[in-house]
């Protein structure tokens, strides 16, 4: 589930339920964290890690909504603030010899990314 909110210069995306441990994502957004969209893009495409997928659309869905949607340029737009928060485990049972089961713990996480514009950024801070 993806959730979309603009406010301002800033574009936030919420990606909630992504099945995958919470410090293998945060591994991959503490290397992103503070990076333009470009950059972004080629250290995520070049990673060898299952975890940068999912985190690798929720920045593309970001970049397409704050073109789209506030008419921002993509080459303005740099990682604000991104974080990942533990989800709900999902719980499973799974057969083993002599009728047993074994119990197979799935964990889930929150990934929010917040993109904002550079160059409208910088000009707000200039007038202060």
Do not use: W
């Not at 333009?36 to 999912?54: D, G, H, K, Q, V």
């Not at 533990?86 to 917040?114: D, F």
């Amino acid at each position: 589930m993806i959730k979309n909110s603009t406010s301002g210069t800033e574009v936030k995306v919420l990606a909630q339920y992504i099945c995958m441990s919470v410090f293998k994502a945060r591994r991959i957004i503490n290397s992103i964290r503070g990076r333009s969209y470009e950059e972004t893009l080629m250290i995520l495409e070049l990673m060898p890690y299952r975890a940068s997928y999912p985190i690798l659309k929720l920045v593309y869905s970001a970049a397409a909504n704050a073109s789209h949607n506030m008419g921002l340029n993509k080459v303005d737009l740099f990682i604000s603030k991104a974080e990942v928060n533990g989800g709900p485990i999902v719980k499973k049972l799974r057969p083993r010899a002599q009728g047993r089961s074994y119990p197979v713990k799935k964990p889930t996480c929150h990934i929010t990314i917040v993109l904002k514009d550079k160059s409208k950024s910088f000009l707000n801070e200039s007038k202060i």
